[in-house]
């Protein structure tokens, strides 16, 4: 009796050990005929059901071919407690790393996307599902930018196009969390239209500056809405000039340069007014300063640094005079030297 419950034991331990998948190897996926046909990795899996378990030890690469004219959106469905590596790579030769139940979609464009998955001896599951999507018949805007003057924008319905006397630079900022992985359903187009290279997504732009080689760069962001209620506009005062800027209720300005932005007493009109003023994200632990009307004579001067700062104004306005320069060299002002000479007698 005790050989045959060893034996029992035995299949029952190569049964449950071999019930996860294999996908060793590449494989190349071309979208179907139907377009509302998804493709769903494995394909006897979908959504309403829990990601499929692997088996261990193996590397597996998908090649997702995306047509000209079409996008693809990838839905990743990770349960592997942090263990083995999952990547999601744009055909721009960047990639990024899948997580555990981030569902929020990726969007690759023309002409491919590829997904590298390794693991080694952790058990975990692993499941996607990919559709194809041709772009919509939508708005266009053109916004035309000059050498100096920073524009910003936020996502919207239509294609954007952007045209600059040389180049093209989107910087990125967050107004809200450090990561807001919403802002990778976007892409970024080298030229005028999606038929321009692929130079990488919004998200991209937390950190890195995305420039184009041309003229013209295109943003589209695939019905993406983003913000907090607040309108952000920009300004930039030229080198040597000064500039006010006017921050109210529902309003946020955006300052972008290399410089600090050195600022002047305000002209304050709200009895109950509150500025605050970032540097770098909109976010409480970039906040620099809070003013307020009985404390903003003795909070100015003041100088804001980083590349990027914002204003917020709550319950009326205020207006700010603005230099690029320390005040003592704009209003030439002289600096004394006292020379003291002690004598001993």
């Given at each position: 009796?005790?050989?045959?419950?060893?034996?029992?034991?035995?299949?029952?331990?190569?049964?449950?050990?071999?019930?996860?998948?294999?996908?060793?190897?590449?494989?190349?996926?071309?979208?179907?005929?139907?377009?509302?046909?998804?493709?769903?990795?494995?394909?006897?899996?979908?959504?309403?059901?829990?990601?499929?378990?692997?088996?261990?030890?193996?590397k597996c690469k998908w090649h997702i071919i995306v047509p000209n004219g079409m996008?693809?959106?990838?839905?990743?469905?990770?349960?592997?407690?942090?263990?083995?590596?999952?990547?999601?790579?744009?055909?721009?030769?960047?990639?990024?790393?899948?997580?555990?139940?981030?569902?929020?979609?990726?969007?690759?464009?023309?002409?491919?996307?590829?997904?590298?998955?390794?693991?080694?001896?952790?058990?975990?599951?692993?499941?996607?599902?990919?559709?194809?999507?041709?772009?919509?018949?939508?708005?266009?805007?053109?916004?035309?930018?000059?050498?100096?003057?920073?524009?910003?924008?936020?996502?919207?319905?239509?294609?954007?196009?952007?045209?600059?006397?040389?180049?093209?630079?989107?910087?990125?900022?967050?107004?809200?969390?450090?990561?807001?992985?919403?802002?990778?359903?976007?892409?970024?187009?080298?030229?005028?239209?999606?038929?321009?290279?692929?130079?990488?997504?919004?998200?991209?732009?937390?950190?890195?500056?995305?420039?184009?080689?041309?003229?013209?760069?295109?943003?589209?962001?695939?019905?993406?809405?983003?913000?907090?209620?607040?309108?952000?506009?920009?300004?930039?005062?030229?080198?040597?000039?000064?500039?006010?800027?006017?921050?109210?209720?529902?309003?946020?300005?955006?300052?972008?340069?290399?410089?600090?932005?050195?600022?002047?007493i305000p002209r304050w009109y709200s009895d109950n007014g509150i500025l605050r003023?970032?540097?770098?994200?909109?976010?409480?632990?970039?906040?620099?300063?809070?003013?307020?009307?009985?404390?903003?004579?003795?909070?100015?001067?003041?100088?804001?640094?980083?590349?990027?700062?914002?204003?917020?104004?709550?319950?009326?306005?205020?207006?700010?005079?603005?230099?690029?320069?320390?005040?003592?060299?704009?209003?030439?002002?002289?600096?004394?030297?006292?020379?003291?000479?002690?004598?001993?007698?």
């Amino acid at each position: 009796m005790l050989p045959q419950l060893l034996i029992s034991s035995c299949l029952l331990f190569l049964s449950v050990a071999s019930q996860g998948y294999n996908c060793s190897g590449k494989t190349v996926v071309n979208p179907p005929k139907d377009l509302s046909e998804p493709y769903y990795f494995p394909n006897d899996w979908n959504e309403s059901m829990p990601p499929a378990k692997y088996n261990q030890s193996q590397k597996c690469k998908w090649h997702i071919i995306v047509p000209n004219g079409m996008y693809a959106t990838a839905i990743f469905y990770l349960d592997a407690n942090g263990t083995g590596g999952f990547m999601f790579a744009y055909s721009n030769e960047r990639g990024t790393w899948i997580y555990d139940d981030d569902f929020i979609p990726y969007i690759s464009t023309f002409p491919y996307f590829e997904l590298l998955m390794s693991v080694d001896n952790d058990p975990g599951a692993f499941s996607f599902k990919v559709t194809w999507s041709k772009y919509p018949n939508t708005c266009q805007r053109n916004i035309t930018l000059d050498a100096s003057t920073p524009v910003p924008s936020i996502p919207d319905t239509c294609f954007t196009t952007y045209t600059a006397p040389n180049s093209v630079a989107l910087i990125g900022f967050s107004t809200k969390e450090d990561s807001d992985n919403r802002l990778r359903q976007s892409a970024v187009f080298e030229g005028d239209s999606y038929n321009g290279s692929y130079l990488g997504n919004l998200l991209d732009m937390q950190s890195r500056q995305i420039v184009s080689s041309s003229t013209l760069l295109t943003v589209y962001t695939f019905g993406l809405t983003v913000g907090d209620g607040q309108t952000i506009t920009g300004t930039r005062c030229r080198p040597g000039d000064g500039c006010e800027i006017s921050v109210r209720t529902g309003y946020t300005v955006a300052t972008v340069s290399e410089d600090a932005d050195y600022l002047l007493i305000p002209r304050w009109y709200s009895d109950n007014g509150i500025l605050r003023i970032y540097e770098e994200k909109l976010s409480e632990d970039n906040l620099l300063t809070t003013v307020n009307k009985s404390d903003y004579n003795y909070k100015f001067p003041m100088a804001v640094k980083n590349n990027v700062k914002f204003y917020t104004f709550q319950n009326g306005s205020v207006y700010i005079t603005l230099i690029n320069e320390p005040p003592c060299k704009i209003f030439n002002i002289p600096i004394v030297k006292l020379t003291l000479n002690f004598f001993s007698e």
